[in-house]
């Protein structure tokens, strides 16, 4: 029996198994230019962040009806479930698929329609984090935030992902601001790929509750020091990590070296698709690689229920 967890950092396009990529393909009448899943998934091989999310936004070119959405979820919460995660929050990248002039609505009633069913048919509750793309303007990120309000019922939180050297949390001042007064939640991925004085633009800029990855933190001991002291929650993806190279292989990870300094680390799936492992194989791999304890697992899944934007009634833990 997997480990009863949350999911906190978990790119719902990221989910995208190279299957259900060709099933979207031909249910929407789209050529992909691979013979099949196949050769496909031998091009899940990449040198950096950038070598990834140029793929990852090729293939969103599948994703077009209420219904891809939908089932791309639904597909994603089957999974989960089988790995014990209890609670999922749940990324999506707008500007991505507005941009190819797939609608707000399209997109957010999709994915809703699979969440809001998540409890009965999974059980695995919910939340949706909308993200910002950072590669892209401010003045867009704000254009979205505004093309969301119709749906805000749906969605809990903000944040901000894509290519993240020479985008600083910092450009995105504005936009968290107005968030932040339409009573959302607020994370962003730092220190990814990015220096850890991201991370302290995120906290003392951006306002955010807990910072995706976080990885580079452990370069900053002040930094440190500060995310220890205030139980910041760092959502690490370890398998992430690793495919995207930040990391050369899993055992020089930083994780279990970050839990013995305090942080309050979690551990998570990213882009599981694409970086070849769901929310409990990340756990496996990190136990196999680190010889992490029981003790330390349950605390990486502990960390998971406390960081969720849980209501105070939403006691999950089972753990
Ligand atoms: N978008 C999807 N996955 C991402 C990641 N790991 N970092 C930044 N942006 C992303
Ligand atoms: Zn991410």
């Known amino acids: 029996?997997?480990?009863?967890?949350?999911?906190?950092?978990?790119?719902?396009?990221?989910?995208?198994?190279?299957?259900?990529?060709?099933?979207?393909?031909?249910?929407?009448?789209?050529?992909?230019?691979?013979?099949?899943?196949?050769?496909?998934?031998?091009?899940?091989?990449?040198?950096?962040?950038?070598?990834?999310?140029d793929l990852y936004y090729e293939l969103m070119a599948v994703l077009r009806t209420e219904d891809d959405f939908?089932?791309?979820?639904?597909?994603y919460l089957t999974r989960a479930a089988a790995q014990g995660v209890r609670h999922a929050e749940v990324f999506f990248d707008p500007q991505a698929h507005l941009a190819r002039g797939v609608e707000m609505a399209t997109v957010v009633d999709g994915l809703a329609r699979a969440l809001e069913g998540a409890p009965e048919r999974h059980g695995v509750s919910t939340r949706l984090i909308?993200?910002?793309?950072?590669?892209?303007?401010?003045?867009s990120a704000a254009a979205t935030l505004d093309a969301?309000?119709?749906?805000?019922?749906?969605?809990?939180?903000?944040?901000?992902?894509?290519?993240?050297?020479?985008?600083?949390?910092?450009k995105f001042?504005?936009?968290?601001?107005?968030?932040?007064?339409?009573?959302?939640?607020?994370?962003?991925?730092?220190?990814?790929?990015?220096?850890?004085?991201?991370?302290?633009?995120?906290?003392?800029v951006l306002g955010v509750e807990r910072v995706d990855h976080g990885l580079r933190s452990v370069e900053d001991p002040d930094l440190v020091a500060r995310l220890v002291r205030d139980r910041v929650p760092l959502t690490?993806?370890?398998?992430?990590?690793?495919?995207?190279?930040?990391?050369?292989?899993?055992?020089?990870?930083?994780?279990?070296a970050m839990l013995e300094a305090g942080l309050m680390a979690t551990v998570n799936s990213d882009d599981p698709a694409y970086f070849g492992g769901y929310a409990d194989d990340n756990f496996h791999a990190v136990r196999e690689a680190l010889g992490l304890t029981d003790d330390q697992l349950r605390e990486l899944a502990r960390n998971s229920f406390l960081a969720a934007f849980l209501d105070d009634d939403e006691d999950l833990r089972k753990a």
């Not at 805000?152 to 600083?168: K, Q």
């Not at 690490?236 to 279990?256: K, Q």
């Open 1 to 53: 029996m997997p480990l009863p967890k949350a999911e906190l950092h978990l790119h719902i396009e990221g989910t995208l198994e190279p299957e259900l990529a060709f099933a979207l393909a031909a249910r929407n009448g789209i050529a992909l230019p691979y013979a099949d899943a196949e050769e496909l998934r031998h091009k899940y091989r990449f040198s950096d962040l950038q070598s990834f999310l």
């Open 236 to 256: 690490l993806c370890p398998l992430s990590n690793v495919r995207l190279r930040t990391v050369d292989v899993l055992a020089d990870h930083p994780l279990r």
């Open 173 to 204: 001042r504005e936009v968290y601001e107005k968030a932040a007064n339409l009573g959302l939640r607020r994370v962003a991925h730092a220190g990814e790929e990015g220096p850890p004085a991201y991370i302290t633009e995120a906290l003392d």
């Open 148 to 170: 969301a309000r119709p749906h805000l019922d749906h969605i809990t939180g903000v944040g901000l992902d894509s290519a993240e050297v020479g985008h600083p949390p910092s």
């Open 130 to 139: 909308m993200c910002f793309l950072r590669d892209e303007s401010a003045e």
């Open 70 to 75: 939908a089932d791309l979820a639904e597909a």
